[in-house]
């Protein structure tokens, strides 16, 4: 079964600190997402990558960085948590062609920062 | 600037009636359309998808509606059972359908 393995279920950490979101997926896809959930707002892109070393902002970069050194696997940092990054943070592959299916979510992240 | 957008937060429904969930777009260059849904504590799954030379595609209790010139789609499930308890977001993908743009989301409720 394919997937996408999100390191960690539930992180608490404190502010000012740096946190660092491990994702990967095992379908050989070009393309790798970082979105965050917040309740009333859907879903919003943070940083995407369609290549190795390759990195795209999304609509809220602010606060965060990404590193991508192996196709299989997508980093998302922030620098400096704070408090209102507290979020759902969920990462996601795709081909580079997309398709009908979209992307394979992983199970997600819940951070909370205090 | 929102270019999905689902304009209802929440919809309850009882179980065994029809739940039908509406998305609007903005963008006129979506190529397709996708719907997820998500479970609490869960990443989103995908559900139904429709291109946008089509306006109905069919997946067991599953449909989606696709209205172009009103830039409109809809989903709808018949019968809805307590399992469709979910968020379900609506998405619109590029011609290369490898970048998603998201609507907020729709939180339904099937009561028993």
């Known amino acids: 079964d394919v997937k996408v393995t999100q390191s960690s279920r539930y992180l608490v950490k404190r502010t000012g600190e740096k946190v660092f979101l491990e994702c990967v997926q095992d379908m050989d896809h070009e393309n790798m997402f970082w979105y965050r959930q917040d309740p009333g707002l859907g879903l919003r892109l943070i940083y995407f990558?369609?290549?190795?070393?390759?990195?795209e902002k999304g609509d809220i970069p602010e606060g965060y960085s990404v590193s991508r050194e192996k196709k299989e696997r997508f980093s998302l940092i922030l620098e400096s948590a704070s408090t209102n990054q507290t979020s759902m943070y969920l990462c996601?592959?795709?081909?580079?062609?997309?398709?009908?299916?979209?992307?394979?979510f992983g199970s997600g992240t819940r951070l909370t920062v205090v | 600037d929102q270019q999905v957008k689902q304009n209802s937060p929440s919809l309850s429904v009882q179980e065994g009636r029809i739940s039908i969930l509406n998305c609007d777009y903005t963008n006129s260059m979506f190529d397709y359309f996708l719907w997820y849904k998500k479970y609490p504590a869960e990443g989103p799954t995908f559900l139904i998808s429709?291109?946008?030379?089509?306006d109905k595609n069919e997946d067991g209790r599953f449909t989606v509606f696709l209205n172009k010139s009103a830039k409109h789609l809809s989903l709808h499930i018949v019968p809805s059972q307590p399992g469709d308890s979910a968020v379900y977001f609506c998405a619109g993908a590029n011609n290369a359908g490898n970048m998603l743009t998201f609507g907020g989301g729709t939180r339904l409720m099937v009561k028993p």
């Open positions: 990558s369609y290549d190795v070393k390759m990195k």
């Open positions: 996601a592959s795709s081909f580079q062609t997309g398709g009908m299916g979209g992307y394979t």
């Open positions: 429709i291109s946008s030379i089509k």
